[in-house]
């Protein structure tokens, strides 16, 4: 199996601008999350689906914020518009069931200048 | 109070060291994972459990529920082993709560 598979690897940008970060689950996963890392505050959940159903948004930041996932195969989070406090490594990680071990993918390392 | 602490922040060891990674948490939980964040930035969950101990190669995670700590032990650690070790919660209907991690460096 080829892993969680998440682009772009980077993306720098001007703040104002849409950013669109994209993620491609483990076949066979139901659960979905997308996670922040910052050096201030380290990992912190944002959002995770179950079955392509948002469950828990609640680590959101904003309304600038927003995440899909119109299929089992794929997820978006974006950010729109975007502002320099936004710069940080996103992971997006998949696993069987409800607490079992997650399986992250590499990041996308966001730039916002 | 964090939900989950993390000692010591940093840790640097010697090769060959035996090292002990520890994490203490506050709430109810349904398991623990520890997790290695590698230089490089990406996350291998290494393990989860929710009593007992476990063992995989050099590593051996440990948990007490009455106490509500767990340990991560290397032995013979290498150079390679230089990570963030990240202990991280689940409880039930919820998802991981995160330490802040800790940072170990092994030297040759």
């Known amino acids: 199996d080829a892993g969680v598979i998440q682009s772009p690897r980077h993306e720098v940008t001007e703040m104002g601008q849409e950013v669109t970060l994209r993620c491609k689950p483990i076949?066979?996963?139901?659960?979905l999350f997308w996670y922040r890392q910052t050096m201030m505050r380290g990992l912190e959940l944002l959002i995770y689906?179950?079955?392509?159903?948002?469950?828990?948004d609640s680590g959101m930041p904003e309304d600038r914020f927003s995440a899909k996932m119109p299929n089992a195969s794929f997820s978006t989070l974006k950010i729109q518009p975007s502002e320099p406090r936004d710069s940080a490594v996103y992971f997006c990680?998949?696993?069987?069931?409800?607490?079992?071990?997650?399986?992250f993918g590499d990041g996308t390392r966001l730039s916002i200048l | 109070k964090n939900e989950v602490e993390q000692s010591p922040q940093n840790l640097t060891a010697q090769e060959g060291e035996f090292i002990t990674i520890n994490c203490s948490y506050s709430?109810?939980?349904?398991?623990l994972h520890w997790l290695q964040q590698h230089p490089g930035g990406g996350i291998v969950s290494l393990f989860m459990?929710?009593?007992g101990k476990k063992k995989h190669g050099r590593l051996i995670a440990t948990i007490n529920i009455q106490e509500k700590h767990s340990s991560l032990h290397i032995t013979a650690s290498h150079p390679r082993d230089s990570a963030v070790y990240i202990c991280?919660?689940?409880?039930?209907?919820?998802?991981?709560?995160f330490g802040p991690g800790t940072r170990l460096s092994v030297l040759p």
């Open positions: 991280a919660v689940s409880s039930y209907g919820q998802n991981f709560v």
């Open positions: 459990l929710s009593s």
């Open positions: 076949s066979g996963h139901d659960y």
């Open positions: 709430v109810g939980i349904s398991a």
């Open positions: 689906f179950n079955n392509n159903v948002p469950i828990d």
């Open positions: 990680a998949s696993s069987f069931r409800e607490g079992q071990p997650q399986h």
